[in-house]
């Protein structure tokens, strides 16, 4: 191979036939525009358009699939740009970055990180040398000019790529001045919405918390002392959401536990929580109540509630003492599902309007829980293979493993929970692609007709993830 | 598509070379008589040999794996004919409950209720209108004037089939009257035998068991008071049914765990559940300690023992208490066999004759537990895939899993497991295709001779299920 | 099928075009050495270079994937020549035992072991018959008569395999002789490296360990009665080991826990070994925390650490205590090895030089757990697919699970565990045609370009399980 490229019929099922049937049904989605209900993007990038800085801190360094397959093979983390949170060290400088990530191109060979990258290097910077050690300086030189163009700034790009609508994940406290003030904005055409993401005031156990009930306190101006004035707050600030267009709550804990106690026990460890004293086990009672809250608020404030438990985060506890979270350690456990919601969906898994997208790391339970649960709840709806499941291979098993139990139509869409902008269309691309073999083998099989195939991979990319997202 | 229709080769693989491989292999069995041992058809169904009432009642209302599919899309249970438990509410009318159904025809698309709904509605009704909104009422008259024909009464339809056994599933306290009618009815040919199905006698915890014994007293003529007593009404009952033609025990329970008491030990437990002061641990160890005593009798009586654990019942208990058990939302639970099944395998594990044949909703035990398990212990047999796992995906990945550390011989054969009568040929005929799809596979990669294929394929239809239920 | 065979593109993938790219990769590597870093070939088989003793102890008795097999279609283990531990029963006549085996060959069809046992007949003996009842008597003599000749005697095939070096499993006591008078052989040109495999001396609870830790002492000349001593005992012979050639270390336990204890508490739990009175949580903490003395001796002194946790072994106590242990009722269970792993990785996970390899008999870990692991600590390398997962069907979903979140180069290449010596080169074949199916797959979706393919094919062969296991 002496360029990049990227083939036309890449991912489509090799069987002629198969691949051909595939190749009809993406063709009619392939330029649908983007729905992404859940993801990274700061909604500040948009407002601002600035250029992005240089090739190393658009592709490498934010990246943690990228950093953590580098640091997995030996690079260490400040190498890629990554600064320790004591300030220590000299920052890396953005052309050397590059050219580790280029000399360690082959690492990425077969991962769904190679393709997104390969997708936009040639598809948004229209790039053809291969990265390695020989090729990094040009291509650092090449994609530098390319970012100081106009066409290359984040809203340029956002229209490129054709997004619809794109939802970014915020903190309860925020005050979504980037949300305001772009939709206040004449020149700004798109659509960005805000999710509800209170993890970290849910979790009493962890150090801060406290603080950030007060920083809650003051956005709200309601007083958080009391349980009850804290359950006020938090519905404050969801109606202070929905106002400014969110549609959608998110909630990432270790496990998928919804449990709810009585009023006096949710105050009485909400007392001792306060007071820091609240044991591990009190905390995580605390926190499954409040996650049965999440859900009753739902009801009533109508935010779809996406949960994906089943991740323990920042494992290497070293790692994280010096750069932080979210630098490529959080590693998957087995999750429960069946028992673990069933007091939430005695509760609400038959309210009307109400949604519950479930996510999961554990692919073991797509068949044996998430689809039976989506197959009889009316509120229940499959959440796309994410994170480590976003992959081709993934993407496959999950229609294997969801369909037979619940069909198409109890399944959310596609997720790109990125923080890598220009990733996000070679991933909605490689969802699609997917599908459109999955679909195709179905047809190839005589499972199902190819017009019915087609309409339902236009609503798996379109209709779908609106409706269970209220987008 | 314009009509209904059934490829010859559907659900074959997709590649030339392998699906023409598959279809000779499948022609080899395709007519093959039906080997059915276990299933909920009513015996009385073919004694008394009425008409089927109508569309709806037929293939809508008493199918939970229909009807849980819409509810999942939001109609209520009380639409497709579902009867509240308290009488409430008019009965829905059988031409709406059928509208319903056919306006919801595409959620069904890529799952295997689709198949067996087309499967019965083309091969056995001969109807070519796909069921829609437009097509609801004329489908209902069609359907309707063929079941008041001859040839649709069960009789007709069972020998249509091609039959050739039938076990129902039958409680302890059954006279089996139906299946002893039968047998002794001239102008019947079929053959349809009981099944010892005891789980809610096992069970102490749950409310009626007491007035359970009391039957089981009444129907054995033994004294259920005291805890020998009881054992030997169930060893009593089992003889009765061996008897009348049983051949096998199928035990559902949340769990795998076959665990034997100290007698004083079982005998206090049982002597607390007769007081209603058994604790729900208790219980449980009762009733681990009862399946022991299950597999002891087997290995006495030659009944084979089928397990199928690992299923939480009635999850949503609101519509457990409006409509009852059954009514699609039991979902399924991470499951364990190594360890729980150990106590019993050191005992029974190596006796001559017997037979546990183990089945799962929990995919993971096929290659870790189950297969390893039949590949050492000659009374263990793997089970078919079943309830969510009886779909052309799971069917496929279940032989891939198992076949590797077990080989075929060690499999039990297929059980449709169906409350649709007219769905029974469609269930097994999935089963010989994707069978002959997996066969054909191996010798395409020349792991396998066609003629040792084919000689396999004949065994799965019929030596194995017979022999591993001493049909 | 008449005769015996092997299809040259056996086990590639059926569609042709795929094939067409399997079959060129994997002809760059079918005549690759083999790097064989696990497996339990005794050393003094090619010190002795003695002829097979007959058909039956080469291929049946030993093999207890072969026998476990035959026992779960109801042979007796005595039939098949194991011999009880009381040395009750007369020795099965080897051509009897063969006789049995002949008579079951069917029994294997679809299994691992059909396909190596055929390799092996066909590749190495030359074979054309399929075995059965008409033929076990002919091909008996003519399996006899090659054993016979100089060129089937275990260094003549070592060489003829094309095997580069092997790794024996050695109890830590051992004096290492056969690999030390291998090593001074002139008329030697291969290379066996000794595994230290101390298994036994970390399980506190089992009976004997105290007569072990005597062993250790006389063989290592320090004390074991003390802790520490125990502790400079087990350095003193890795250190031994290391001198003899040794680059691995060898652990399986029930579970992956590694956690180390203070240093006072440790030592109060042997000193409770010691004295015979620990309890099973005791041994049970105690072996985990040896288990992270061993990584920490790996920091130290290179050896790679091997772990295959997950299985339950001598599920079948009389089989046990008849036969002994390894005779095919060793049971997989469920494993966990996100948080089982975390406080060795905190320590050692991201120290230069160490070196994990992670093994699992639960293919639902690989996905979820051992992937990502890889994907971010430098030391943790992903093992191959092993024991119940060692087939073509299993290697293919290993490859699926861990590529996307791992790639290719932290799997650390085939290991053949085997303790038959003829089925070597059949094992390694298996992989190298599986994994070229794989790649070639990847090549024909284009993911991947196929000199890049060609590239990590021939990692994946040499490369890299000599990187992950020092060798």
Sequence with gaps: MSELRLHPDRLLPAEPSVRGIARELYATVAQAPIVSPHGHVDARLLLDDEPFADPASLFVTPDHYVTRMLHAVGVRLHALGVRRLDGS???????????VFCEHWTTFAGTASRHWLTDALVNVFGVTAIPSAQTADSLYDELAARLAEEAFRPRALYARFGVDVLATTDDPCSDLSAHRALRDDPSWHGRVVPTFRPDAYLEAGVPGWTARLDRLATASGIDTTSYDGFVAALEDRRRFFVANGA????????????IPLAHAEARGLFIDARAGVITASGATALRRHLLFEMARMSCEDGLAMAIHPGVSRAHHTPTFEGYGPDTGHDIPVATEFTSSLRPMLERFGTTAGFRLIVFTVDETTWSREIAPLAGFYPSVFVG????????????????????????????????DDTRAFCSIPARHDVARRVDAGYLASLVAEHRLDETEAADILQAIVGRLPREAFHL
Tied chains: 1, 2, 3.
């Design 89 to 99: 060290g000299e920052p890396a400088d953005p052309r050397a970055v590059w050219r």
């Design 247 to 258: 549609t959608a709550t998110d909630h990432g804990h270790v496990d998928a536990a919804i």
């Design 384 to 415: 796309a293979p994410w994170w480590f499941l976003d992959t081709p291979g993934a993407m496959r098993r999950f229609r294997e493993a969801v369909t037979d139990s619940a069909g198409f139509f109890k399944t959310a869409g596609f997720v």
